[in-house]
């Protein structure tokens, strides 16, 4: 029997969705009945809106999705018009106001606070320079991710900006790929960094190189079955595939179908490719592809660039570990990375980094997959000039470690699931740090991830330090918590991070960190990076446990208490009772039978 | 130590409970997580999970237990839970 999820996309699914969402923008948040609002609330995700948690009734989170992260020129300033407009709320964010963006972990953008009757307005002004929420959620195609400076990067084996777009051409919208029995994420990494973060996907296209007839043929390896969510971390199995450039979208929707008609649609929780690659194996996967799939037989695998991959890795190799920083591209022209504290920026940063980016670039701007944004095609000649604008004070492409290695998901701010406050804290965190706290010598990068829950959006599982979101008690009282782990990353042999503590009081975790890094410096050896001292001492838990004692210090969180129990953790009521939702656009209050 | 087995999100039932565990010849405590839930598709058991935090843990391995309930069972024993805890708070009145 199917699940109700099921039930509701046999029903009414895909692109007519659309017409659903206008008439329900157009009679008002309140004509939804009641009964079926779990049902349309679940549709509109194929739209890119999430209702938001409970106490924030009427309110939804709407999800731009921007292939391979890029924002053709025009278009940040529409986000930034948008935000301004549209995503503000009841009540104001202490860190980061009223009205903001946040670039997301797959390159996409987030805005909070939308009433469902601003919806066709707002897509009528996206839609007009292009930009789309289509599949931005749901079960289909979400936005295909990639190296963010595809197209333009001097370490690129082959064109992964191409590909990228082909994929989000041909499958966006495709009436045979837009139900899936789950989320289908894609990436596409054409250098030799592994910036796509392809182990982490439901299906990876990766750089090769396969002699075919006796010529080395530039194209990708195909990995598939990556993910990190629901404490089943899974990196991507190799296929002992090779494509062409030509090839590799047909062979991409050839697995999209694979998964389409074998994935499991009885339990949601056992839906996604990873599941399946479990289930079958990569041998069989393949086989079944090939020969009810594709036309022809598949090539082997050819030679892969992993051993030079530097992307999140941990090590220190000499590669980038994210694309901060200024460098040049392929065309002698450069990108500057500006490193967003957790991704979120005001609508009026984000209007002036559109103003930047026309006046000393192309007007192009991409998202990375560390919520950092990229300035693209600056002449060497302008280069001074932009460095020294103000908005790179806030946004800098030469940040401290702490503040250039934090990631966080959204928390109990706006989301569901959330149990812990997430993205102000961890910008608590990184100032703390960064004030507090020297890294050892030769330790450029230092990635602290932050995620509210096990589902992982922050991905947590890759980072030098994982923080995840867990409640304890503390002198008697109920306190929000956070497990940690150590020494996660990708790179050519991907490890996910040893989890060493848990129930840390969120209060006392910067003092944990602080205490790590003193042991680390400690006892590291010569040039040693964090992740390869903790594979060094992995199966010493108890060291690694006590390196990472929890400890009071004059860091003061003022989120302690239990969040995701307040109708928003920032309001001067906090109380469930006090919300204000649901709201009509204007504010006043939408009334309930309640 | 190694990774939770539960997932623990905003609709986890319990994410801090004291527990024991007892075996012959030990009894550890620690901290741990209690989820009562049923599939949202075509549920046909209750399920019963309980996992105490495998840091606390000296003489068991990292490990949850599971109990499947029909709905009668789940309404037994949630009668049983409404019993006792009139009784319990009985006790605190007096």
Redesign the interface.
């Given at each position: 029997?199917?699940?109700?999820?099921?039930r509701w996309k046999s029903e009414v699914y895909g692109t007519e969705i659309r017409e659903h969402l206008f008439r329900f923008a157009e009679a008002g948040w309140d004509a939804i009945p009641d009964d079926e609002r779990d049902a349309w609330f679940e549709r509109f995700k194929w739209w890119g809106l999430y209702h938001q948690?409970k106490g924030q009734e009427s309110y939804f989170m709407l999800r731009i999705g921007t292939p391979n992260g890029v924002l053709e020129p025009g278009q940040t300033d529409v986000v930034a018009e948008v935000a301004a407009e549209y995503a503000t709320g009841p009540a104001a964010n202490p860190i980061f106001g009223d009205g903001y963006v946040d670039w997301t972990t797959r390159q996409s953008i987030q805005l909070h606070w939308i009433n469902l009757e601003d919806v066709p307005a707002i897509f009528e002004r996206l839609e007009s320079v292009g930009l789309s929420t289509r599949q931005a959620c749901g079960d289909s195609w979400r936005n295909v991710v990639g190296c963010p400076v595809a197209g333009k990067d001097r370490h690129e084996h082959v064109d992964a900006l191409a590909l990228a777009h082909e994929l989000h051409e041909t499958y966006k919208g495709h009436e045979e790929h837009s139900n899936l029995p789950r989320k289908w994420k894609v990436s596409v990494t054409g250098c030799r960094e592994g910036c796509g973060q392809g182990d982490i996907n439901d299906l990876a296209f990766e750089p090769a190189t396969k002699s075919i007839d006796g010529e080395a043929v530039r194209g990708f390896n195909v990995r598939v079955g990556g993910g990190l969510a629901?404490?089943e971390p899974r990196f991507a199995r190799d296929l002992d595939v090779f494509v062409t450039p030509g090839e590799a979208a047909a062979v991409g929707g050839a697995i999209s179908a694979l998964f389409r008609d074998h994935g499991d649609r009885?339990?949601?929780f056992s839906a996604r490719m990873k599941f399946l690659v479990d289930e079958w194996g990569p041998g069989k996967i393949r086989r079944v592809l090939e020969d009810e799939y594709v036309d022809g037989e598949l090539k082997t695998a050819g030679e892969d660039l992993r051993g030079d991959y530097s992307y999140n890795s941990g090590y220190a190799t000499g590669g980038h570990a994210d694309h901060v920083g200024v460098h040049e591209q392929v065309d002698g022209t450069y990108y500057v990375g500006l490193n967003v504290l957790v991704g979120r920026m005001g609508a009026g940063d984000t209007r002036e980094l559109a103003r930047l980016a026309d006046e000393y670039g192309s007007g192009e701007v991409r998202i990375t997959q560390r919520q950092n944004v990229v300035v693209t095609d600056v002449p060497e000649s302008e280069l001074d000039d932009l460095l020294d604008e103000p908005l790179l004070d806030d946004y800098s492409p030469d940040p401290n470690p702490f503040t250039r290695g934090s990631v966080a998901c959204t928390g109990?701010e706006f989301c569901?699931?959330?149990?812990v406050e997430t993205k102000n804290r961890q910008v608590r965190y990184a100032r703390w740090l960064k004030e507090n706290v020297e890294l050892p010598d030769g330790v450029d990068d230092f990635h602290v991830h932050l995620s509210g829950?096990?589902?992982s959006c922050a991905q947590p599982q890759i980072a030098d330090v994982s923080l995840r979101?867990?409640?304890?008690?503390k002198d008697g009282e109920?306190v929000e918590a956070l497990?940690i782990?150590l020494g996660g990353g990708l790179g050519e042999d991907p490890r996910?991070a040893s989890?060493?503590?848990?129930?840390v009081p969120a209060d006392e975790v910067p003092g944990a960190i602080a205490n790590l890094l003193s042991g680390f410096a400690e006892h590291r050896e010569d040039g040693e990076s964090f992740r390869a001292f903790v594979e060094r001492h992995e199966d010493d838990?108890a060291f690694l446990?006590e390196l990472c004692a929890p400890e009071e210090t004059d860091y003061e969180d003022p989120m302690l208490h239990n969040t995701?129990l307040t109708w928003y953790p920032y309001a001067d009521d906090d109380g469930m009772d006090a919300s204000p939702a649901p709201a009509h656009p204007d504010g006043s209050p939408v009334a309930t039978d309640d | 130590m190694s990774d939770r087995i539960l997932r623990v999100n905003a609709y986890t039932t319990f994410d801090t409970l004291d527990a024991e565990a007892q075996g012959h010849g030990f009894a550890e405590s620690a901290l741990a997580v209690l989820d009562v839930t049923a599939p949202r598709e075509d549920p046909r058991e209750v399920t019963l999970a309980l996992e105490l935090d495998n840091a606390s843990l000296s003489t068991l391995p990292a490990h949850a237990d599971r109990v499947r309930l029909s709905a009668a069972e789940a309404r037994e024993l949630a009668a049983e839970l409404e019993r006792y805890a009139g009784r319990v708070e009985a006790a605190a009145e007096e």
């Open positions: 029997m199917p699940s109700d999820v099921e948690r629901r404490n009885e339990d949601r109990t569901s699931l959330s149990i829950c096990t589902a979101g867990m409640k304890t008690r109920a497990d782990g996910f989890w060493v503590r848990q129930r838990e446990a995701k | -």
